[in-house]
């Protein structure tokens, strides 16, 4: 009995053994799976990948962009002499006259080829009256005054005249500056209060920006703390006694305003060593 016992656990260890073994090959055997990363994706359907979708979507944006910014640059801004001329805009001239008396000498313009003549006709005479206005003859020295036809548009026209004057004894010759807008439509003078966009302008002066100032050597700094230390108490009520009143001409105008290149310019008066008179070329188109 003893002998059979044992013989049973002699077999059983040897079976336990070889389980062992073959448990061990087989793992030896067997060789591991693995699958590069492409086939493991086309094995699970629930993942996607869609390549280059970010490049896309920034190309069409960057598409879009260059198209809204083309279509910007090449829109087509009537300029406002010609936009205030509606359908009724005319065609017309510009010829030199010229005024000599004493020490003074004039050049200003007058307008010919006007379908209106009697229309031309008062045109011509308010430039003639704004060129000779406001001068004193009293101990002249010199005169001269000349013009630039800032702007020519089919609705409005617009003068500046720029020159010096000097009187005897005086220390040194001072500028002169003039400007008149006239809507060819009705004839009139058109004064800064007419067209600009007031509450605009005094924003720029206030914050010193939106303008570039056309004089030499004149410091933008300078100009600025001129202004803010009282030489415009109230921009606003300064800036509606810009231009000659043509209608009350014992006005004396605060200050003067052209159309250049569809821009606004302004002449404000100052020290003479900044010109007597600095010019403003605001940036907004008008």
Known sequence: MRKYTGCICIFTVIMLSAAGCGGNAGKGDKEPIV?????????????????????????????????????????????????????????????????????????????????DEGKQQEINEKIKAVALSQISTENLGSYELRY?????????????????????????????????????????????KDFADIASVVNSLENANGYTIQNEGVDPADFSAYLNNGALTDYAITLLDFDFDLGNPELIPAGFSAVRDNHLILFIEAEHAMGDYVELEFSIDL
């Not at 996607?48 to 896309?56: A, F, G, H, M």
């Not at 910007?72 to 005319?90: L, W």
């Not at 036809?149 to 609705?155: C, E, L, Q, V």
Request: hydrophobic letters at 35%; one cysteine or more; proline letters at 4%.
């Open 35 to 115: 699958k590069d990363f492409d086939t493991l994706m086309r094995d699970d359907p629930a993942q996607v990948i869609v390549r280059d979708e970010p490049q896309t979507i920034s190309t069409e944006r960057t598409e879009q962009e260059t198209e809204c910014s083309v279509e910007s640059e090449t829109a087509v801004v009537v300029p406002y002499a010609d936009r205030i001329a509606g359908e009724n805009g005319v065609v017309y001239n510009i010829e030199t006259a010229v005024y000599e008396e004493g020490a003074v000498r004039v050049e200003y313009p007058q307008l010919t080829g006007l379908s």
């Open 148 to 192: 630039e036809a800032a702007t020519k548009g089919s609705g409005l026209v617009s003068f500046i005249f720029k020159g010096s004057s000097y009187y005897i004894n005086s220390a040194y010759p001072n500028n002169v500056i003039k400007t008149l807008n006239i809507d060819l439509n009705s004839g009139k003078n058109v004064r800064l």
